[in-house]
């Protein structure tokens, strides 16, 4: 059974810094890995997506990496800034049971001024 | 529409009624999913539609939760005899097979 868990659950952080944030997962027959960002009282907005197939994927100041063989993957965002402040999700999708997006249950991530 | 709709945006009902809750998934999207997500906690995997294909099911947490999507488009998940337990945000997702796109949530309180 697939699980999903992301460290640390939550972070502070200063304006400016670069951060990296943990995904790692139990089984590595992966179908892709998605990043998602949830502010509060609304729903989830894709960030970044990984096919099984690659390595890593950036948008901007976020680059996403994947290391399938030691079910693990890294979000990093550069010079973090204030509206950056939301809770970062991470998901898989496992070959056999594309219908199951599994979730971790994220860390939440505070950006000071 | 431009992305995931979903209604009501919020709920709330007494214990042991039924509520339905909508999805417009965004135009053209073939799978559709149902999650929910309690406070505080992660998200938890109710259903999920794939064209025509028979649902997985394997997410609903008691017999009292049921699914349908009509024409491949619409979906509606459906709580009987709702309990206090039920109370959290019903969340809504589409894809065409990539990025997956969610909806901004049902809110639903049983008092």
């Known amino acids: 059974k697939q699980e999903v868990t992301q460290i640390p659950a939550a972070l502070s952080v200063p304006e400016g810094e670069n951060l990296v944030l943990n995904c790692s997962f139990t089984?590595?027959?992966?179908?892709?890995l998605q990043w998602f960002r949830q502010d509060p009282g609304k729903g989830l907005t894709s960030l970044l997506l990984?096919?099984?197939?690659?390595r890593e994927q950036t948008s901007g100041r976020l680059n996403a990496s994947l290391d399938k063989s030691s079910g693990r993957s890294t979000l990093y965002i550069a010079a973090s800034q204030p509206g950056d402040s939301a809770t970062y999700l991470c998901?898989?999708?496992?070959?056999?049971?594309?219908?199951?997006?599994?979730f971790g249950k994220g860390t939440k991530l505070s950006v000071k001024p | 529409g431009a992305g995931v709709s979903q209604s009501p945006s919020n709920k709330v009902t007494e214990k042991g009624k039924d509520v339905e809750l909508r999805c417009d998934p965004i135009?053209?999207?073939?799978?559709l999913y149902w999650y929910r997500q309690s406070l505080g906690q992660g998200l938890e995997f109710l259903i999920y539609?794939?064209?025509?294909?028979?649902?997985?099911k394997s997410g609903l947490p008691s017999d009292r939760f049921s699914a349908e999507r009509t024409g491949g488009s619409v979906s509606t998940l459906t709580i009987q005899r709702t309990q206090q337990e039920d109370s959290a945000v019903y969340l809504c997702?589409?894809?065409?097979?990539?990025?997956?796109?969610f909806g901004e949530g049902s809110w639903l309180t049983v008092v």
């Open positions: 997702a589409s894809t065409n097979r990539n990025t997956i796109y």
């Open positions: 089984d590595s027959a992966i179908y892709n």
């Open positions: 990984i096919q099984s197939s690659q």
């Open positions: 998901a898989v999708i496992s070959w056999g049971s594309q219908g199951n997006l599994i």
């Open positions: 135009s053209g999207h073939t799978a």
């Open positions: 539609f794939q064209g025509n294909s028979a649902p997985d």
